[in-house]
């Protein structure tokens, strides 16, 4: 009987132990780093807006945490605030310059490979879309970009 208990007490100290252990260290993720991976020039290669496609050869560049985006007829210009911590990843947009200028855009991203896909709501509203994807109910706009080449 007295092993019965010692052993379980040594058991308990055990676990006591490893509950104790710090957890290994993960480096957070920084948007800094998320800003310099994102730098560069973006060939539009789709852009929905309220579930339809949009014909869109237009480019999307990113230097710092400034973008511009070359519509043609438009030259949108602002700033990109980022939080990779959150899931999925944040993307804001403050819009300094062209047919929106003044409105703030929340939105979402995500980054694989060559491949930027955001997801954003209306300009001027403040529904941050949870998911990838546009509809005519939800009003998102949902853009598809590729790293141009060099």
Request: charged share 25%; net charge neutral; glycine share 10%.
């Amino acid at each position: 009987m007295i092993r019965h208990v010692t052993f379980a007490v040594g058991l308990v100290c055990l676990a006591g132990f490893a509950a104790a252990a710090p957890a290994p260290k993960v480096a957070p993720k920084d948007d800094k780093a998320d800003l310099k991976k994102l730098e560069g020039d973006w060939a539009i290669e789709s852009w929905t807006q309220f579930g339809a496609p949009v014909g869109a050869n237009w480019t999307w560049t990113i230097k710092g945490d400034k973008y511009t985006l070359d519509q043609g007829t438009n030259l949108e210009e602002g700033t990109l605030k980022l939080d990779p911590k959150k899931e999925p990843a944040v993307m804001d947009l403050e819009i300094t310059g062209g047919n929106c200028k003044g409105k703030d855009q929340p939105g979402i991203y995500k980054l694989e490979g060559d491949t930027l896909t955001l997801c954003f709501g209306w300009p001027g509203t403040t529904e941050r879309p949870t998911e990838f994807r546009s509809t005519a109910e939800n009003r998102w706009i949902l853009i598809t970009l590729k790293r141009a080449k060099k």
